[in-house]
T-cell receptor, first 115, second 111 residues
Framework: NAGVTQTPKFRVLKTGQSMTLLCAQD?????MYWYRQDPGMGLRLIHY???????AKGEVPDGYNVSRLKKQNFLLGLESAAPSQTSVYFC??????????????FGPGTRLLVL | KNEVEQSPQNLTAQEGEFITINCSYS?????LHWLQQHPGGGIVSLFM???GKKKHGRLIATINIQEKHSSLHITASHPRDSAVYIC?????????????FGKGTHLIIQP
């Protein structure tokens, strides 16, 4: 199993450009998450999904959109990139066991630089 | 005030020392997680616990629900333990609302 994969690994954008980050998991997990990690701020939740076709806002959702059309994929979109969105983006997934969420599995991260 | 606080922020120790990293939280939780992030950037889950104590190899995690406090211990520390250790919580209710993270503890073990 590949676990959680993210595409691309690194990207440079100009202000105003758009892009989509792809997260894929092959563990049949119900839950998927997008986090961003910034120096001095720690990891923060952007959006999440509790199942195919569902999404919800996290702590810092502004400037991002997400979609989960297939259970194994969770896409994060930036419609008009801003320098404040320069960050490392992590995707994670998890599953339910005994009615409670189990541990999260993280992807390798995507480094995004917005100029 | 952050909902999850870790201490210390930075810790340098000699190989073989016993290491303790602390985590305090101010919200109701259904679980507490300890994660490890190596310099390459990947994040790995070490422990998820809701009560008591868990042990895996040289790592031990404890939680005191009444005091809203958890500790991560590393026995016989080794340079390969050098990493950022992150405490995170799943807030009460057990729903899939994502994790709330501390800012991490940067640990360096010198040979």
């Amino acid at each position: 199993n590949a676990g959680v994969t993210q595409t691309p690994k690194f990207r440079v954008l100009k202000t105003g450009q758009s892009m989509t980050l792809l997260c894929a998991q092959d563990m049949n997990h119900e839950y998927m998450y997008w986090y961003r990690q910034d120096p001095g701020m720690g990891l923060r939740l952007i959006h999440y999904s509790v199942g195919e076709g569902t999404t919800a806002k996290g702590e810092v959702p502004d400037g991002y959109n997400v979609s989960r059309l297939k259970k194994q994929n969770f896409l994060l979109g930036l419609e008009s990139a801003a320098p404040s969105q320069t960050s490392v983006y992590f995707c994670a997934s998890s599953y339910i066991s005994g009615g409670a969420e189990e541990t999260q599995y993280f992807g390798p991260g995507t480094r995004l630089l917005v100029l | 005030k952050n909902e999850v606080e870790q201490s210390p922020q930075n810790l340098t120790a000699q190989e073989g020392e016993f290491i303790t990293i602390n985590c305090s939280y101010s919200v109701g939780i259904s679980a507490l997680h300890w994660l490890q992030q190596h310099p390459g950037g990947g994040i790995v889950s070490l422990f998820m616990l809701s009560s008591g104590k868990k042990k895996h190899g040289r790592l031990i995690a404890t939680i005191n629900i009444q005091e809203k406090h958890s500790s991560l211990h590393i026995t016989a520390s080794h340079p390969r333990d050098s990493a950022v250790y992150i405490c995170a919580v799943t807030k009460g209710g057990g729903g899939a609302d994502g994790l709330t993270f501390g800012k991490g503890t940067h640990l360096i073990i010198q040979p």
